[in-house]
C-alpha cells in the first residue's frame, strides 16, 4: 500500500509552470496534437460523456474536425444506431459502457452484429472495482481491436490493476467535478487534490491517463499535461454552448445554460445513490470558438515550456504557491 501521509497535496490553483527559453519564432508554429489510441487529435481535450455535455450532433462535429469525443451511456439502446451511424459517415465511434449485466449483453450484441467501435470507454464512479476488472479483460477478449478506457481511479494501485487486466488508458478522478457532491456526500475523492493525484498515477502508468475533472482555467490543461495526462476530460468548462444539451436559461438578463451530474437526481429521475448535482454555467456561444482558445493558449504554453510540441511540457519546472495564485482582479 502506498503511503499517501507524506504525499505533497496540491491543486490546480496551487501550481505555476516555470518558463523556458522559447523557440519558436510564432505561437502558430507549436503543434498541440496528441495521439491517443491509433489516431491523432488537435488537441488533448475531450469533453466530457455526460448527457448535458454531448450529444450525437456534437460527436459528429468533433469527430469531423479532428477532436476525440467519447458518446455517454445514458441512452443505451442509442448505442448500435450510433456506432453505424457514425462508421455509415466514415467517422470514427467511441461509445461508453458501464458494469451491469446487462452491458455484457450490449457487448455480445456488437460481436454479433460485427460492429467494432474504435474507442469504448468503462464509466463508472469507482472504477478501482473487482466487477470492473471483469468487464475490460470481457471486452478485451470479445473487441480486441476497441481502445479501450477504464475508470473512474484515484490510485496508482489502480492504474496498475486495470492496466494488468488489459485497459488500454486509464482515467483519473474521483470527486473533482463541477457537479459532483461525492466527496461530500461520501467523504472520498480526489476532490481539492486532483492535480497531486493525477501525479502519483503518473509514476506507476505505463499507457495513457486521462485526467477528469477539475478543470476550470484553459492553463488546467497544460498543467494536467505536466503531470501526466494524455488527455483531459472536460465537463463543465465545455457545457455551456449552443450546441451543448442542456436548455437554455434567462435570469435577470443574463444567459445560462443547465448542467447536470451523471449521477444526479435528474440524470437518475429518482433520488438514490445520488452523488452530483444540477446547475447552471454561463452561456459562452460556439464550442468551436472555446476549443480554438484553448488550443491558442496551450500553444502559448508550449511557447513558455521552451518547445515545439506538447512533450515539452512534461519536463517544465514548477512551483507551488499554495492559495496565492489570483486572477488579476481579487
Ligand atoms: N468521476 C466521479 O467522481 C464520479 C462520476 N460519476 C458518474 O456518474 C455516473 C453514474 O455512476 P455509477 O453510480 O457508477 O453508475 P451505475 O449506476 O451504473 O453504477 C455502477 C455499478 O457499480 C455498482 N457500485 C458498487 N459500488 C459503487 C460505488 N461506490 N459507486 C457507484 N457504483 C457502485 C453499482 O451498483 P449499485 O448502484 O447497486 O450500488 C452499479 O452496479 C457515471 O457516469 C459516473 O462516471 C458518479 C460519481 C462520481
Ligand atoms: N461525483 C460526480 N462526478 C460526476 C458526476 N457527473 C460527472 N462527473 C464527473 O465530473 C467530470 C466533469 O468535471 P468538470 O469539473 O469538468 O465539470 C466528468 O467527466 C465526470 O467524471 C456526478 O454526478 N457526480
Avoid at 474504435?118 to 473487441?143: F, N, P, R
Avoid at 477504464?150 to 457537479?179: C, F, H, Q, S
Avoid at 449521477?263 to 433520488?271: I, L
Avoid at 464550442?287 to 484553448?294: A, P, Q
Wanted: charged fraction near 25%; glycine fraction near 10%; proline fraction near 4%.
Amino acid at each position: 500500500m502506498s503511503n499517501y501521509f507524506s504525499m505533497e497535496a496540491f491543486d490546480y490553483d496551487d501550481i505555476q509552470l516555470i518558463p523556458n527559453k522559447g523557440i519558436i519564432k510564432s505561437r502558430r508554429d507549436a503543434d498541440t496534437s496528441v495521439k491517443f489510441g491509433s489516431r491523432t487529435f488537435k488537441i488533448p481535450v475531450v469533453p466530457a460523456n455526460m448527457e448535458s455535455v454531448i450529444n450525437d450532433d456534437l460527436a459528429i462535429w468533433l469527430a469531423e474536425n479532428g477532436y476525440y469525443y467519447v458518446m455517454h451511456r445514458f441512452e443505451p439502446e442509442k448505442r448500435i444506431p450510433f456506432i453505424k451511424m457514425m462508421h455509415k459517415k466514415g467517422l470514427f465511434a467511441s461509445i461508453s459502457v458501464g458494469i451491469k449485466d446487462s452491458e455484457y449483453d450490449f457487448i455480445d450484441e456488437l460481436v454479433k452484429q460485427n460492429l467494432k467501435p474504435e474507442y469504448i470507454t468503462i464509466d463508472v464512479a469507482h472504477g478501482h472495482s473487482v466487477y470492473v476488472i471483469k468487464m475490460i479483460k470481457y471486452i478485451k477478449e470479445k473487441l480486441p481491436e476497441s481502445f479501450l478506457t477504464a475508470g473512474n481511479i484515484a490510485t496508482p494501485e489502480a492504474v496498475r490493476e486495470l492496466e494488468n487486466a488489459g485497459a488500454d488508458a486509464t482515467k483519473v478522478g474521483v470527486g473533482p467535478g463541477r457537479a459532483c457532491i461525492t466527496k461530500l456526500k461520501t467523504g472520498f475523492g480526489t476532490g481539492g487534490w486532483q492535480l497531486a493525484a493525477l501525479r502519483m498515477c503518473s509514476k506507476v502508468a505505463s499507457k495513457p491517463l486521462i485526467a477528469d475533472g477539475g478543470i476550470r482555467h484553459n492553463g488546467d490543461i497544460a498543467k494536467s499535461v505536466r503531470f501526466g495526462a494524455t488527455m483531459v476530460m472536460i465537463g463543465s468548462m465545455l457545457a455551456g454552448h449552443k450546441e451543448s444539451p442542456g436548455n437554455v436559461i434567462k435570469i435577470d438578463g443574463k444567459t445560462y445554460k443547465q448542467y447536470w451530474g451523471s449521477a444526479s437526481e435528474v440524470q437518475k429521475g429518482a433520488y438514490r445513490n445520488v452523488e452530483g448535482k444540477q446547475m447552471l454555467v454561463p452561456y459562452r456561444g460556439s464550442i468551436k470558438d472555446t476549443l480554438r482558445e484553448m488550443q491558442e493558449d496551450l500553444q502559448s504554453s508550449i511557447s513558455y515550456a521552451g518547445g515545439r510540441d506538447l512533450n515539452s511540457i512534461k519536463l517544465v519546472d514548477y512551483v507551488i504557491v499554495k492559495d496565492n495564485i489570483f486572477d488579476g482582479d481579487k
